[in-house]
């Protein structure tokens, strides 16, 4: 009797940061269709072990990660290789093209991480986007004035997140910020680090979602930011979709999105871009070869029930793509700010916040009895709130009002100093 050939289920890599919330959405996706998902987080391998992992790789080391994934591969045959996060764009890319499989080229990858190469793309393509200079962090204050204006904004090349972006109206806070962001950038890396120095640019701020497929922009959502992003610093607070901006603004700002998405070189999956909107039209801030991040895709539903993890999925597998109309009820997240820097005690009033009507879950993903570390330096919420309603204002106020419902008990950290005089941070435990 011929045995039948067992067939194994397509399989997908997924590159994770230590950091992410993205994991179990991904996995439950991989679930529903059938999909063997292969994870592979930024840390050491036996940790990546002790984590149930199949492989931990050190993303900062691309030439041993691709070979790794390259080995791993040749054993397990893969459908394709997806960066949840920022880290591991570039490294999927790298290993996607060894393997030969379908990705955005290594160019695209590389100008979507880093700001300084995508402003170069943008402007050879006369796409509307802030002027910007690039400097070093070894570099005199004296030596930037020369070629900026103010008001403008200083910001990292590769950090996300709004990490290390301040304004500066003048001189006395150009030094003001360069000093956290030298403080910020040798923190992680003690040699002289790249910066931008770029205009400021006024307006609404708006983050669109879509899926490129051989260069073509599907919108899957344009997310309104109702608090002013004016500065020092840029933190994120609401997003509520579907926006309230006229027709003619958001096609307008769909088709600045697809120009750019063109002028960096992506071509396929998902992207998410940030953008602005005044009197002069759209002008692009960042577009980035990922999905939104966080657990903010938890307010996306497309056809019955699909999640935005599962069109990713169905994508990479090349499965069919189920009805890609959006669910056109109003929804929303809140990433709950970090009110002051300390150690996180407690938590009180979630239950009252979950009983605000419209709001679907309050999810509180920082630690008790660690710090919180608040922008431009930290790069982390307190947590996320969720609403569904039938407008976007009402979502809205929903969000703000089971805001409203909470308070933490933060202690401030104690500033110890070393026997050298610096500071030395304890828990105050």
Known sequence: MMQMQHLQPPAVMVLLSPRTYRLPAFTAAAERLGVELVQVIDTPEPLAKQWQMELGLDFSRPDEAVAAIVAFGQKRPLRAILAVDDSGALLAAQASTAL?????????????????????????????????????????????????????????????????????????????????????????????????????????????????????????????????????FFEETIYVTPSRLPAADQAAIVDCTAQAAQAVGLRNGPIHAELRLNERGPWLIEVAGRSIGGLCSQTLRFGEDVSLEELILRQACG???????????????????????????????????????????????????YPLVPLPEGDSYLGFIFARGETPTAVETALRQAHAQLRFEVDPLLVLTNKDGGPRTEDGN
């Not at 793309?121 to 070093?136: G, H």
């Not at 809140?334 to 996180?344: D, Q, S, V």
């Not at 407690?346 to 419209?358: H, K, Q, S």
């Open 100 to 232: 030969g499989l379908p990705h955005n080229d290594v160019g695209a990858a590389e100008a979507a991480r880093n700001k300084y190469v995508m402003r170069q793309k943008l402007a050879a393509a006369s796409v509307p986007a802030p002027r910007a200079q690039r400097f070093f962090t070894d570099q005199a204050t004296a030596d930037l004035l020369p070629h900026i204006s103010f008001p403008c904004v200083v910001k990292p090349t590769e950090l996300s997140g709004s990490r290390g972006v301040i304004r500066a109206n003048d001189v006395a806070e150009l030094e003001a910020a360069l000093v956290r962001l030298r403080r910020l950038l040798h923190g992680l890396a003690p040699a002289p680090q790249p910066f931008l120095v770029e205009e400021y640019v006024p307006g609404v701020e708006v983050a669109l979602e879509g899926m490129l497929d051989n260069g073509r922009l599907s919108l899957l959502a344009l997310f309104d930011k109702p608090d002013p992003l004016e500065g020092p």
């Open 319 to 369: 499965l069919p793509h189920p009805n890609l109309v959006f669910d056109q009820t109003a929804s929303g997240v809140m990433m709950i700010p970090i009110p002051e820097a300390g150690l996180l005690r407690a938590v009180y009033g979630c239950d009252g916040a979950r009983a605000v009507p419209l709001i679907g879950e309050v999810t509180i993903t920082a630690k008790l009895n």
